[in-house]
């Protein structure tokens, strides 16, 4: 349920609604509108059935939310949610640029990646610490060792680190290294994981899993968002029967996405294809159908990676695709695009 208050409500009236509201055993929301506040109710509606909330002070009216995930649900929440990470705008008018190599390999290979990924614009340096691999016997990670060498990556170039957490033992160290902390795919739906790092005070990426349906994903999101607002949808492709590519990505995702709920979605062509090839026309798709941003590998030398070095980016092409991504991002902007169409 959300209460809409009126605009000309009073913080008494507001703090009222919210006593009301928790006295029933329930949790509440306060969030700006564009003129007015709303108050967004957590929890069984049917506790509030004996109080008369139309009727209190304040109060325009009270509409129930019909999505199971309330907090991450657009119902909830109308406007979009811009995420801010030091200064670097998730969900606002430029593309936020995730990129770097699959693993940290070295300090040398990072910082080479860094420099490449900095030179093409991007804002955020992505690399593996902790590796979840298929095969136990593949390369698991440099672990605290390689977060060591991502914060010193920043401090060298000024790019914000994002990096997967794994574990809930592993929530702690990450979170001291890293800005964001992301959920891969296969940990989507590792609930107990997700509700720990929701209470790590740093924004968290939530990739889709791998044959997640949308509802699925957005309700996994709504386990971290009971502690922390500051959720990034990322879609990286999901199962199907096709072979060609790594995955199937589904760039309807980010229509979708951007009707359900407010939160930003970034889009992995790399991990959507699997085939470098194809990162520079999947990532233009993804930023003309309104992605918030992008996340790619970048390698200084694919050959020799340690992991995807099939779907990771030269500099050369990453250079060339960056180029045209921010021409796409100017075009849609300067033309006033929106190519999502929200009832």
């Not at 967004?40 to 059935?49: A, E, F, M, P, Q």
């Not at 957005?218 to 072979?243: F, H, K, Q, S, W």
Request: glycine residues 8%; neutral net charge; hydrophobic residues 45%.
């Amino acid at each position: 349920m959300v209460i809409i208050m009126r605009p000309e409500a009073t913080l008494e009236n507001i703090v009222e609604v919210t006593r009301v509201v928790e006295a029933a055993g329930l949790q509440a929301k306060i969030m700006e509108g564009a003129q007015q506040k709303i108050i967004g109710v957590i929890g069984d509606k049917t506790k509030l059935v004996s109080v008369a909330i139309d009727a209190l002070p304040g109060v325009e009216n009270s509409v129930a939310i019909s999505k199971s995930y309330k907090l991450a649900s657009r119902e909830f929440h109308p406007q979009n949610t811009v995420i801010d990470v030091g200064g670097v705008k998730i969900g606002g008018d430029e593309p936020a640029i995730m990129a770097g190599p699959c693993a940290v390999e070295s300090r040398e290979q990072l910082f080479a990646a860094a420099d490449i990924v900095k030179a093409g614009g991007a804002q955020f340096l992505r690399g593996g610490a902790y590796k979840p691999r298929t095969s136990p016997y593949s390369f698991q990670g440099l672990e605290v060792e390689g977060l060591k060498y991502l914060a010193e990556a920043r401090e060298r170039t000024g790019l914000k680190v994002i990096t997967e957490v794994t574990t809930v033992e592993g929530i702690a160290p990450v979170a001291e290294y890293s800005d964001i902390l992301q959920i891969g795919a296969r940990n989507m739906q590792n609930f107990g994981l997700l509700k720990e790092v929701g209470k790590c005070g740093k924004p968290v990426m939530l990739k889709r899993g791998l044959a997640a349906t949308i509802d699925e994903w957005l309700n996994a999101a709504e386990y971290i968002m009971n502690d922390n607002p500051n959720v990034i949808l990322c879609e990286r492709g999901i199962r199907t029967y096709e072979t060609y590519t790594r995955n199937t990505l589904d760039l309807s995702a980010v229509a979708a996405v951007k009707h359900l709920s407010h939160l930003p979605i970034i889009v992995d062509p790399s991990h959507g294809t699997g085939k470098w090839r194809m990162i520079k026309p999947m990532a233009f798709a993804a930023i003309a159908a309104g992605a918030d941003g992008l996340m790619m590998e970048v390698h200084p030398n694919p050959a020799k990676a340690l992991s995807d070095g099939s779907q990771s980016l030269t500099q050369e092409h990453y250079l060339d695709l960056m180029n045209g991504v921010k021409k796409i991002a100017k075009f849609m902007k300067d033309e006033n695009l929106n190519p999502i169409v929200i009832d």
